[in-house]
C-alpha cells in the first residue's frame, strides 16, 4: 500500500471539502442574487477545459446534489412519512438506507434542470446532442439548485410544523424559478416576452407534472 498516495488523496479530500465550504454559500448568493450573471458564468466555463473551469464557483452539478443533501439532512422525512412509503417494495428499498433516500431525491429534483434544458435545446437550431445539452444543463442546475433547496425543505417541513412561513418559502421558491427562467429564455434564446413567459410556464408545468407522476408511481409500485 503506497502510504504516500494515501496521503495525497486524504489531503485531496480535505482541500475540495474546504471548498465546498466556502465556495458553496458563495455561489448561492450568487445565483439567487445575480442570476442572469451566473447563466453566463455557466455558459463560458462549460466549454472551458475541465481542470480549470469554474475555478470561482462551485460546478453545476456538484451544487445541485449539495443542494438536496443539506435539505436532506436538514428536514429528514418523519417517521410517519417513512411509514407510508414502506407500503410499497420501491419504497422499502428507498428508504432502507439514508443513501438510497438521497439519491431518489437526487433523480426527481433532477426533472427540473433536464425538463428545462430539453425544451431549450428543442427550440434551438441542430439536434439534440449530449452535447447540446450540457451547456443549458449546467445552466439549469444553477438555477435550479436554490429552488430544490427551499422546496425540498419546505415540502417536509410545513406538513408537520404547520408553520406558514415554510409555506411562504415554497411559493417564493416558484416565483423565483419562474422569473429567472423567464430571463433564461429571452436572454439565453432571445426570444420575446410572450414567448419567453410561454416557454417558461410550459416547461414548469412539464417539470412537476412528471415530478409528481415518477414520484408516485415510484413510491406505489408494488412490484
Known amino acids: ?13 480535505i482541500f475540495e471539502l474546504l471548498m465546498w465550504l466556502i ?11 445575480q442570476p442572469g450573471y451566473m447563466l453566463e458564468y455557466a455558459r463560458q466555463e462549460t466549454v472551458r477545459d ?35 412509503i414502506k407500503g410499497s417494495q420501491t419504497g422499502q428499498y428507498i428508504t432502507q438506507s439514508w443513501i438510497n433516500l ?35 444543463f449546467n445552466q439549469q442546475c444553477y438555477i435550479c439548485a436554490p429552488f430544490t433547496l427551499v422546496t425540498s425543505l419546505s415540502f417536509i417541513l410545513y406538513p408537520h410544523t404547520g408553520n406558514i412561513a415554510y409555506l411562504v418559502a415554497l411559493i417564493a421558491a416558484q416565483i423565483w424559478l419562474l422569473v429567472s427562467n423567464f430571463f433564461f429564455f429571452r436572454g439565453q434564446v432571445g426570444k420575446s416576452s410572450g414567448t419567453s ?27
Request: net charge neutral; proline share 6%; charged share 15%.
Open 197 to 223: 413567459a410561454a416557454l417558461t410556464v410550459l416547461a414548469f408545468i412539464v417539470s412537476w407534472i412528471a415530478f409528481l407522476g415518477i414520484t408516485t408511481l415510484t413510491l406505489d409500485y408494488k412490484g
Open 1 to 13: 500500500m503506497d502510504v504516500f498516495n494515501i496521503a495525497k488523496s486524504i489531503e485531496k479530500f
Open 50 to 84: 475541465e481542470d480549470v473551469s469554474f475555478d470561482s464557483g462551485m460546478k453545476p452539478s456538484i451544487f445541485l446534489f449539495l443542494s438536496i443533501v443539506i435539505a436532506a439532512f436538514f428536514a429528514p422525512l418523519a417517521p410517519a412519512d417513512l411509514a407510508t
Open 23 to 33: 465556495f458553496y454559500p458563495y455561489t448561492l448568493f450568487r445565483v439567487i442574487f
Open 102 to 136: 438521497l439519491f431518489f431525491r437526487m433523480a426527481v429534483f433532477s426533472i427540473f434542470p433536464i425538463t428545462f434544458a430539453l425544451i431549450y435545446d428543442l427550440i434551438t437550431p441542430g439536434q439534440v446532442t449530449r452535447n447540446s445539452l450540457k451547456i443549458p
